[in-house]
């Protein structure tokens, strides 16, 4: 399922009040001068006035750079060349159009033109055209429900019959791991890892049990913890990897709210709201583009039901592609703003700004989601405020089905489906027990964090694994 402002500083403060290196320093690392950014923060580090934080800042930067470059690894040739594995006649002119037409995302980093690790699989995402000159066409490993689906039907036909808003529950045994792999760290050195785990929340998940974890002894944050993890410790083996799992079991519960358009009001700023109001930079920044893009969107509605109808469907015409790591980007929101394409935290980024922007509280969710069969995935999604329903589910991503049936059409604005467990109920949010070192994912938390004395586990150190076994349904009555 990420900026410098996020993750550079001590991992208890709010993104908001975090310390950000030079302004120019950013700018240099996006613009991809890697050399003159590093040159800049040697400067900076040579300061003996230099405070811990601002400190950490810069270090961040340089970190930063590497996991551009992990992600940003392939020269034109490995792009062309994994392109030709699906298109094998691909002629240089069709690649090189494909190019400039933005569909293969790229950055020059110090002169040399690099492709983004996914743009080839993006490809088939984002163009037609290619898709159709696929030799063996494959269909794209998609949730179930992202099409009309049953489920979506009896959560509607559910709330109709008994007037609430959570029904049609599914009971879960969920299993989540971390594996070290073999020699990341020194023999007998503590590797610290954090897995997420889920918070109680009334109406939507409940009846949350610890099953089992290894190793046994493990710390479970508290369920105030917004990004709630379970916390291990564990002794690095010789020439083996290290593995950490937790299995517990929720009850997870669809959403439906019947909004009358009519009878929405703007939402009244309350000490309750404001943290889901205004803007929250690095990533929710109400900058020039972004109120050029509202206000063609938007027009002269006034209704806050219907503004967001407007924003929700701008924002689902943005097509999803995989994602850079959020640690990397600047800027969420504006990124998925201009690069034509985004993934589901990026829309949902887009969509919370936008929706601020225009005075509509909005707030951020993530977890994982499943099926009835063997899909699951990591995944973001959002809540808005509408007076005087309250919070309204939303996700973007999974965006407007063509059925025909308006009701269903619009599901996910204003429904969700059983089939997602929330680890996060908001994003850039402090650990129990507090991370000592930079994190991986500086946004959200799905996978997990590691990290042992001598600095942060990145994701190419370790793999993680999610599996979710459906129980008997819970009755609702």
């Given at each position: 399922m990420a900026s410098v402002v996020v993750i550079v500083c001590p991992v208890n403060?709010?993104?908001?009040?975090?310390?950000?290196?030079?302004?120019?320093?950013?700018?240099l690392v996006d613009a991809g001068n890697f050399a003159a950014a590093e040159k800049s923060i040697d400067h900076a580090l040579r300061s003996p006035s230099l405070a811990p934080e601002e400190r950490r800042s810069y270090e961040f930067e340089r970190e930063r750079m590497r996991r551009i470059l992990l992600d940003f690894s392939l020269t034109p040739g490995d792009a062309q060349a994994r392109v030709r594995k699906l298109i094998p006649d691909i002629t240089d002119a069709e690649f090189a159009r494909w190019d400039a037409a933005g569909l293969l995302e790229s950055r020059v980093i110090d002169g040399q033109k690099k492709y983004f690790n996914r743009a080839p699989s993006n490809l088939f995402r984002l163009s037609a055209e290619a898709r159709?000159?696929?030799?063996?066409?494959?269909?794209?490993?998609?949730?179930?429900?992202?099409?009309?689906?049953?489920?979506?039907?009896?959560?509607?036909?559910?709330?109709?019959?008994?007037?609430?808003?959570?029904?049609?529950?599914?009971?879960?045994?969920?299993?989540?791991?971390?594996?070290?792999?073999?020699?990341?760290?020194?023999?007998?050195?503590?590797?610290?890892?954090?897995?997420?785990?889920?918070?109680?929340?009334?109406?939507?998940q409940e009846n949350i049990r610890f099953i089992s974890s290894a190793p046994?002894?493990?710390?479970?944050?508290?369920?105030?913890?917004?990004q709630r993890t379970v916390?291990?410790?564990?002794?690095?083996?010789?020439?083996?990897?290290?593995?950490?799992?937790?299995?517990?079991?929720?009850?997870?519960?669809?959403?439906?709210?019947?909004?009358?358009?009519?009878?929405?009001?703007?939402?009244?700023?309350?000490?309750a709201l404001t943290p889901s109001m205004g803007e929250r930079p690095p990533h929710i920044v109400f900058t020039d583009a972004m109120r050029k893009f509202s206000r063609e969107v938007v027009g002269d509605e006034k209704n806050p039901y219907r503004i967001a109808q407007k924003l929700y469907a701008a924002v689902d015409r943005i097509p999803w592609a995989g994602a850079l790591e959020y640690s990397?980007?600047?800027?969420?929101?504006?990124?998925?703003?201009?690069?034509?394409?985004?993934?589901?935290?990026?829309?949902?980024?887009?969509?919370?700004?936008?929706?601020?922007?225009?005075?509509?509280p909005a707030r951020w969710q993530s977890g994982w989601i499943f099926s009835d069969g063997a899909y699951d995935n990591m995944h973001d999604w959002g809540w808005l405020y509408l007076a005087p329903y309250g919070w309204v589910p939303m996700d973007v991503t999974f965006g407007r089905f063509d059925s025909g049936d308006a009701t269903l059409d619009a599901f996910y604005l204003g429904s969700f489906d059983a089939y997602r467990v929330a680890f996060n109920d908001?994003?850039?949010?402090?650990f129990v027990p507090a991370k000592q070192h930079?994190?991986?994912?500086?946004?959200?938390?799905q996978r997990g964090e590691v990290e042992w004395r001598g600095g942060n586990l990145y994701f190419d150190r370790w793999d993680y694994d999610f599996k979710a076994t459906l129980l008997s349904n819970p009755r609702t009555d």
């Open positions: 403060a709010r993104a908001a009040d975090q310390v950000a290196p030079s302004s120019d320093v950013i700018r159709d000159r696929r030799a063996n066409p494959s269909p794209f490993n998609d949730s179930p429900l992202e099409r009309p689906h049953p489920h979506h039907r009896e959560v509607l036909a559910q709330a109709k019959a008994t007037g609430k808003s959570s029904v049609a529950p599914r009971r879960v045994r969920i299993t989540q791991s971390i594996t070290v792999d073999a020699d990341a760290v020194p023999v007998g050195e503590t590797i610290r890892a954090w897995i997420p785990y889920p918070r109680a929340i009334q109406g939507q046994d002894k493990h710390q479970l944050a508290p369920e105030s913890a917004l916390y291990f410790e564990q002794a690095a083996a010789a020439s083996k990897p290290t593995t950490f799992s937790v299995t517990y079991e929720l009850t997870i519960f669809g959403q439906h709210m019947q909004i009358d358009p009519e009878k929405v009001v703007p939402a009244t700023p309350s000490a990397t980007i600047s800027n969420i929101s504006d990124y998925a703003l201009r690069a034509g394409h985004a993934d589901c935290g990026q829309q949902t980024l887009l969509l919370m700004t936008l929706l601020r922007l225009n005075g509509i908001d994003y850039s949010q402090p930079f994190r991986s994912e500086t946004v959200d938390l």
